[in-house]
């Protein structure tokens, strides 16, 4: 960076820019957060609502009495750490060997790989193998048939395939195997690419409700995903207000609109992942790499 | 660059090289092969042992029957797909909407990614960063309402700006002409910055080194854009373009569910919102499942076709 | 090496074989007749029997040992297995079916299959008539009082064995919907109308809320919609007010307008001596003709277009819209219709509007009316008995089924004791029952609803419904004279299950609905020319099943023979 001029024209053209950008896409965060924290009059009005006319937390009360919110958040967490784990492991270990041009059969196990990622026999067959497998109502059930992702596998593989062969060759040379090459010379080559599908998988299995709902029955295994659609997909509120009266708690609904409940479920169920990227942020900033490729 | 071309040159060299029997190269890389075993198996058992399951789509399905009891129907579900009209224009809506979608709205993260790239302030970067990826985590329900309200012919903020110029308010929304760049425009506007993680991903892993030389040799920021950065995660971008392909019949279900109506069914009724429209979903498992088979070996085809051409041109494809 | 492949190949196969579970779980027992005299007499439970229960609706959330499940097993000394499946969830009900874990009874539908299909495909056992005399005489009763429900369901080719059993919907007798309009821009506008009008209620709400049992023409109506879109009835001096929001999703909306014209969504009427659908005849093209007029007059909200149903009612409560349709239930403010159009305009105790329900519209020759809830009679819902059921285990169930549905004496399974579990909302037996907070509403620690069937006597109906609605209903809505009068039926209806309208309509109804949906809304907004376009809308309507659909109908009976089929 030496010698570059600290502003420039352009860039302040460009920051401008960015700045109106983020104002658009914060607009619609904004206006869940307002509506989430208003009174049901305002919140059962049309029309853009910049600031609540009082702050009230009465849809967060409710909310967080449905059911057991806490536990679904546990669970969630839990999913979310212990499948990206998984998920990882799985990408890194079928990547890198198909990132081998000359790995004998490498096209055909592609097309095996590939295959997968288009044909599925549907929810039966699967119900009906995890099942078998005694799978079902546990939470392996929620991180085994998701732990291989070929999308992933592929854009791994394709990253992998951009690394200097140069250094890998010199490894060899001092006597390490594939093994060691992957995890010692690869793996700390690659932190943006896994910190990027470390993320894909992390909002995958926070995101993910759809096996939760099929494979899950016992109501303290249950995942955040399965409150919040409960309440995104429930016609009026006294649908949902029945069951937040099965999860035995649940705040008046009394001043409560669906709008308002919806807003807070939303604010409620993305906080935590949002969080999430400034920390995986840092692998993304430009000249990370150049201390490993020397190390 | 550098790095790449002489990766392309070791490979020819193998490939020239006088060939090793297989067996012996298999027995050199014979970790690899345990590396991919547990995966592969993974693979096996979560994806290929359910496969039977396509058998549905030929199939009048009996829950009571099961998959294998059921009796077949000739092709019954497939036929039936091309008997209606109105199936054929939802094809056909889908194939452009998609199809515009990868033209306008795919290079839209990579630009983005680009342009970032420039701004050298840390602290701005990483706050337009965090931001742009929020709206990824809306869902369509709650964004369409808001939507809605945008252009909203007597409120919207967007038909105010209009009216203002003089111009006569228009029900976006609700107009043939304008609905689909309205799918697209929101389409853009929610994804972007979730969509350019990736290339940020790849323009990280670039070579600093690379810019140094070329600012020596007196190149401009643009000049360093186009032919270093842009280079260096062009990889990427093909990869993601080819498997985009892939899902060249979705067209984005929940997006246009939650915003459409009849007046726009012409242009905007896709095959995943006619199918749900119908109640087939609901009901009828062997017709979903002839659906799906469908938009995926329509995809399947635009994979190979798009990898093909990408072969010839370059050394990016899949296999 | 490829003998090594195969033999992986093979391995790997017979594995996916067991593992994936290919298992067919047709059980096909063979129907007899039921030897009555060997099974157990009335009331005898001196056998322990095991049931898995479930009832209609269920979520799975009845959690073992529940009030009801307790009292349940020891005054019919069963042991009830809970089914831990959302019966609302067809994909956990298709699982629960393919797995072949189906409950004794149940009330969904698997697959959509019709019951005869179920029957077939060996999911469900037949009850014989005989059994449901002895064992549940007072569902039996129920069902001779409402024709023609002895003879629904029947398994093809028998007079005595059911299908399935059936639910009665005393909730949903009379008008479901009604028109309202904005009683103070009517005042504003010096337009008061001249009948009699009662408030609903004397508070929260309910005293701005009025009725009248005078109804308006269709062309007093346009007078009015004209003064409240261009007479500023809100008195804000701005032109922003219309005279009636539709809903793009629902033609719930047009509910009494169509009425006035004598047609009801989704049936079907005789027209020139010609059967034929609400969306394909003559009156309906009328209506299209009606409401594009209103649409190109100004009166109707543009906006509609946009705007589902639910939009609907939230744009409504900003107060700019003038007509708008209710159920008895939102007049008179029950709680499941809160935020609900017209009544969520006066909730807000600062709120001056004020609402008039009237009779539906006058349309030509005085026709005035609402299409009925169901199409020929208050009968619904089904509940199944499963294939695995022996007929021992189904004299049992038929016994609890008639008195926890049919016993009114039974109503702890629904809302516990009262003053223990549950109050009453206002006067003793004659107001809606609120359960504790305590307690679980449905299911859960309660059990409340978790065995039960969905049937609603009258009497029963009274348990959830609020005093105004039921007084609304008998002073109007439900009145006798009025259902005789305003209730639009279809001319023809295949109740009896002996066409293949299921299966046709199934297969067409996507397009066919697409068809109407587009025209509708094209036509009301002007987009098309509907004298011009109608014929080749019918055409193409016809192409695309309609052809079938009339088809099969024709073989279906004339409803009114089958109400008076006593």
């Not at chain 1, 820019?17 to 059962?44: E, K």
Request: net charge neutral; glycine share 8%.
């Amino acid at each position: 960076m030496v010698g570059r001029k600290r502003f420039s024209f352009v860039e302040c053209f460009l920051m401008i820019g960015f700045i109106i950008f983020s104002i658009l896409v914060l607009y619609p965060f904004w206006q869940t957060l307002v509506l989430s924290f208003s009174d049901p009059n305002q919140a059962s009005s049309l029309g853009p609502n910049l600031w609540p006319e009082k702050w009230i937390p009465d849809a967060y009360q409710f909310v967080f009495g449905y059911g057991d919110i806490m536990k679904a958040y546990a669970n969630t967490i839990a999913r979310t750490l212990s499948g990206t784990f998984l998920i990882i492991v799985f990408t890194m270990l079928a990547a890198y060997p198909l990132s081998k041009k000359d790995l004998p059969y490498r096209n055909t196990i592609t097309i095996f790989f590939l295959i997968a990622m288009f044909f599925s026999g549907g929810i039966i067959p699967d119900y009906l193998l995890v099942k078998n497998l005694g799978l079902l109502d546990t939470r392996w059930a929620l991180i085994l048939p998701t732990a291989v992702n070929v999308f992933y596998i592929i854009i791994m593989r394709n990253y992998f395939m951009t690394i200097d062969k140069g250094i890998e060759e010199s490894a060899f040379m001092d006597g390490a195997n594939y093994f060691t090459i992957l995890i010692k010379i690869i793996l700390p080559l690659s932190k943006p690419v896994i910190a990027t599908i470390a993320l894909w998988a992390a909002v995958f299995h926070w995101n993910e409700w759809f096996h939760a709902l099929v494979y899950i029955q016992d109501d303290s295994k249950t995942v955040l995903q399965m409150i919040v659609r409960d309440m995104l997909t429930a016609m009026d509120l006294s649908q949902s207000a029945n069951a937040a009266a099965i999860g035995g708690g649940g705040g008046s609904s009394e001043n409560l609109m669906l709008s308002n409940v919806r807003a807070a479920t939303v604010m409620i169920s993305i906080g935590p992942i949002v969080l999430v990227y400034p920390f995986v942020q840092k692998y993304f900033i430009k000249g990370i790499m150049i201390g490993s490729l020397k190390g | 660059m550098v790095t790449e071309a002489m990766t392309v040159k070791e490979t020819t060299i193998e490939i020239k090289a006088p060939k090793k029997p297989i067996w012996q190269q298999m027995k050199k890389m014979k970790l690899l092969y345990v590396m991919l075993l547990l995966p592969a198996v993974m693979l096996f058992i979560f994806n290929y042992l359910p496969m039977y399951g396509v058998l549905i789509a030929f199939k009048n399905f009996s829950p009571g029957l099961g998959i294998w009891g059921s009796p077949w129907n000739n092709f019954e579900h497939f036929t039936r797909l091309f008997e209606d009209f109105m199936f054929i224009r939802a094809l056909k809506n889908t194939l452009i909407i998609s199809l515009l979608k990868i033209v306008i709205a795919f290079p839209a993260p990579i630009i983005f990614a680009l342009l970032l790239n420039e701004i050298r302030n840390q602290k701005f970067l990483k706050v337009t960063q965090s931001i742009s990826y929020l709206p990824h985590f809306m869902s369509w329900i709650i964004l369409s309402a808001m939507i809605i309200e945008v252009f909203s012919p007597q409120r919207g903020i967007v038909n105010f700006i209009i009216t203002a110029f003089h111009g006569n308010p228009i029900n976006f929304l609700s107009s043939k002409v304008f609905f689909i760049p309205v799918l697209i425009i929101t389409d853009i506007w929610k994804e972007i910055g979730y969509g350019a993680i990736i290339y940020l991903a790849s323009i990280a892993s670039v070579d600093p080194s690379q810019y140094e030389a070329a600012e020596m040799d007196g190149a401009g920021r643009f000049k360093k854009m186009i032919h270093i950065t842009l280079p260096s995660i062009m990889p990427m971008v093909i990869i993601l373009f080819i498997l985009r392909l892939g899902g060249v019949l979705n067209a984005g279900f929940d997006q246009i569910l939650n915003l459409y109506n009849p007046l726009v069914y012409e242009v905007a009724d896709i095959i995943d919102t006619y199918v749900y429209r119908s109640g087939l979903e609901q009901f009828q498992f062997d017709y979903a499942t002839a659906v799906g088979l469908f938009k995926n070996i329509i995809g399947i085809i635009f994979i190979l076709g798009a990898n093909a051409i990408i072969r010839r041109k370059s050394e990016h494809g899949i296999w | 090496m490829k003998k090594v492949k195969r033999y992986f190949l093979g391995a790997f196969m017979s594995a996916a074989l067991v593992i994936a579970g290919c298992s067919s779980n047709a059980g096909n027992k063979t129907e007899g007749p039921v030897d009555i005299s060997k099974l157990s007499e009335v009331g005898d439970f001196s056998e322990n029997l095991t049931l898995n229960l479930s009832g209609s609706i269920t979520k799975g959330k009845a959690e073992d040992g529940s009030y009801v499940q307790k009292r349940l097993e020891e005054q019919f000394n069963v042991k009830i297995v809970n089914t831990k499946v959302d019966t609302w969830n067809k994909d956990q009900v298709n699982l629960m079916v393919a797995s072949g874990d189906l409950p004794d009874t149940f009330a969904f539908t698997a697959g959509g299959q019709t019951p005869q299909q179920l029957h077939e495909s060996g999911l469900t056992r037949t009850i014989p008539k005989e059994m449901l005399e002895k064992y549940a005489p007072r569902y039996m009763k129920m069902l001779s009082e409402n024709p023609p429900g002895p003879i629904m369901n029947l398994k093809k080719g028998t007079d005595d064995q059911y299908l399935q059993l059936l639910g009665q919907y005393a909730h949903v007798d009379g008008l479901p919907w009604g028109p309202t309009l904005r009683l103070d821009w009517l005042e504003n506008l010096g337009m008061k109308p001249s009948g009699e009008m009662k408030q609903v209620g004397p508070s929260g709400g309910r005293e701005k809320i009025y009725f009248t049992e005078a109804a308006y023409t269709l062309e007093e109506l346009e007078e009015i919609l004209k003064a409240f879109t261009f007479g500023d009835p809100d008195g804000n001096g701005k032109d922003d007010t219309y005279g009636i929001l539709p809903a793009n999703n629902n033609l719930n909306w047009a509910a009494s307008l169509m009425g006035a014209f004598g047609l009801a969504k989704g049936y079907n009427l005789l027209e020139n001596d010609k059967l034929v659908t609400t969306e394909i005849s003559q009156k309906y093209k009328e209506f299209l003709k009606l409401m594009a007029k209103w649409y190109d007059m100004g009166l109707i909200d543009p906006e509609f277009t946009t705007l589902d149903e639910k939009m609907g009612w939230e744009k409504y409560k900003q107060g700019k819209i003038g007509y708008y349709i209710a159920q008895p239930a939102y007049i008179a403010m029950d709680d499941w219709a809160k935020g609900r159009a017209p009544q969520n305009i006066v909730e807000n105790p600062n709120s001056k509007a004020k609402v008039l329900a009237t009779a539906p519209e006058i349309g030509k020759d005085g026709q005035q009316g609402v299409g009925a809830y169901l199409p020929v009679t208050n009968l619904a819902d089904a509940f199944y008995i499963s294939k695995n059921v022996t007929d021992k285990q189904l004299a049992r169930i038929l016994q609890i089924f008639d008195y926890i549905n049919f016993d009114d004496e039974a109503r702890w399974t629904l809302y516990g004791e009262v003053g223990v579990h549950s109050d009453w909302e206002g006067e003793p037996e004659n107001s809606a029952l609120k359960v504790r907070p305590e307690f679980a509403e449905q299911e859960g620690n309660s059990g409340f609803w978790a065995y039960n069937f969905r049937t609603y006597s009258k009497e029963r109906v009274k348990w959830f419904t609020s005093a105004y609605t039921l007084k609304l209903k008998d002073e109007f809505y439900a009145r006798n004279d009025i259902k005789e009068k305003m209730l639009i039926r279809p001319f023809k209806w295949d109740i009896l299950n002996e066409t293949n309208l299921i299966e046709v309509s199934k297969r067409y109804s996507g397009q066919l609905n697409t068809i109407v949906d587009e025209f509708r809304m094209k036509a009301i907004v002007g987009e098309i020319d509907i004298d011009k376009e109608w014929d080749k809308y019918v055409e193409n309507w016809m192409k695309n099943g309609g052809k079938e659909t009339l088809e099969e109908l024709e073989k279906a009976p004339e409803v009114t023979g089958l109400l008076n089929n006593k």
